[in-house]
């Protein structure tokens, strides 16, 4: 493994940092003392920084000479979760947690900029871009809104996130899609209501709904093609208030996951279709509402070249993973790769401490990790933006 000098003599600054981090977490939006923190870190390396994109995000700019331009991108949010660890650097904030790694990859970026601004091995520009509201509140699509890649041009953009079950020192790299795209449904089954005694004179909204979550299953495993892969799955069943009364409604709601444009369509078409022609067969009526979440998230094939190249030169060419299936997990790095070619990998976490899995109130970032991934930053800058 090839950490960078300057990098390993930060290990032990930049877990103070991430620990502080973890212990002061803040929800989408929200970030202003993260925000503060970041641009504080960036501006004592004697950067130039840009704040107020999607309200609370930070870009810092370092140029050094004329060349390409390249975007690395960390989020900062953390999620609404109470946190059960007991260590010193646990969340202050009740019921605020960061369990997705957020201060981890904070952290590793901020750990890149400082190295690359002491020694700047490199010609060309690079923007760090530290985005808010990763988790649900879209802030990346908030931040190219805003005009992100107007203020700040760049060829390419590239994301990272830490990995549980991958072990630390490996890095994945895909080649096409990495994270599924994430919708979001309601449906409302109505019937008529009356006395549980004498269903006869009823139209049974909840007989319906239950054969309409039987029905869906058959949306995936009939109705879209083998070698594709899409989720539906029921969540959430809303109906009734007595033991004796048959309810008017039943409200279901659920999540939709899907790689393919054209598969995200047709499972939604097909969603409509099912759920209308059950309850009609049933003497009911059905009304779906999708709401549209994060797309998927795919990465171009020239820019997983390059990603995988300057992973192996930290990791070794046999630690970079260029085979694991994608995850039906999302995320909104996804509306930056609609906006530029770019890459996302996964750091591996770990499988014992710190390699709980994430969004769970014992996860913890892996701090051995932290010069990995600085490395990686540095590694693909060098090679992307090389000295002639």
Excluded at 36 to 57: C, M, N, Q, W, Y
Excluded at 86 to 109: I, P, V, Y
Excluded at 174 to 179: E, F, T
Excluded at 300 to 328: C, F, H, M, N, Y
């Amino acid at each position: 493994m090839e950490i960078h000098d300057s990098v390993q003599k930060r290990h032990e600054e930049m877990t103070g940092w991430r620990r502080e981090l973890h212990s002061r977490p803040e929800l989408a939006f929200q970030e202003k003392w993260t925000s503060d923190f970041v641009a504080e870190k960036l501006e004592s390396f004697g950067l130039p920084i840009h704040r107020g994109l999607a309200g609370t995000g930070v870009v810092a700019t370092l140029k050094n000479g004329e060349g390409p331009s390249i975007g690395l991108r960390a989020d900062m949010d953390a999620l609404p979760l109470l946190e059960k660890n007991q260590f010193g650097h646990r969340s202050q904030n009740e019921g605020k947690m960061h369990a997705c790694g957020h201060d981890g990859h904070t952290t590793m970026l901020l750990g890149a900029a400082s190295v690359l601004a002491e020694s700047p091995s490199f010609r060309g520009t690079v923007h760090f871009i530290f985005q808010p509201a990763e988790e649900g509140g879209g802030g990346g699509n908030v931040m190219v809104k805003e005009g992100l890649f107007e203020k700040f041009p760049v060829d390419a953009v590239y994301g990272m996130h830490n990995w549980p079950g991958m072990e630390p020192g490996e890095i994945g790299v895909h080649n096409g899609p990495v994270l599924a795209a994430n919708d979001a449904f309601d449906l409302e089954i109505q019937g008529k209501g009356g006395h549980a005694a004498m269903p006869d004179l009823c139209i049974d909204p909840i007989l319906a709904a239950s054969q309409v979550v039987s029905a869906l299953q058959s949306v995936v495993s009939r109705g879209i093609n083998p070698v594709d892969s899409a989720v539906v799955t029921v969540t959430q069943i809303h109906a009734g208030d007595a033991y004796n009364v048959i309810p008017d409604s039943v409200k279901l709601c659920g999540s939709i996951r899907t790689f393919k444009k054209e598969v995200r369509e047709k499972v939604i078409s097909s969603m409509e279709s099912v759920v209308k022609g059950v309850a009609s067969g049933l003497g009911a009526s059905a009304e779906l509402r999708v709401k549209q979440g994060y797309p998927a998230t795919i990465n171009t094939a020239q820019e997983a070249k390059k990603a995988a190249l300057a992973a192996a030169r930290v990791v070794g060419e046999t630690k970079v993973i260029l085979d694991a299936d994608p995850s039906t997990g999302s995320e909104d790095f996804a509306y930056m790769l609609q906006a530029r070619p770019g890459c996302y990998i996964w750091l591996g976490n770990g499988n014992r401490d710190g390699g709980c899995m994430l969004h769970n109130p014992y996860y913890d970032f892996n701090d051995e990790i932290l010069p990995i991934g600085t490395s990686y930053w540095v590694s693909l800058v060098e090679q992307e933006l090389p000295i002639s």
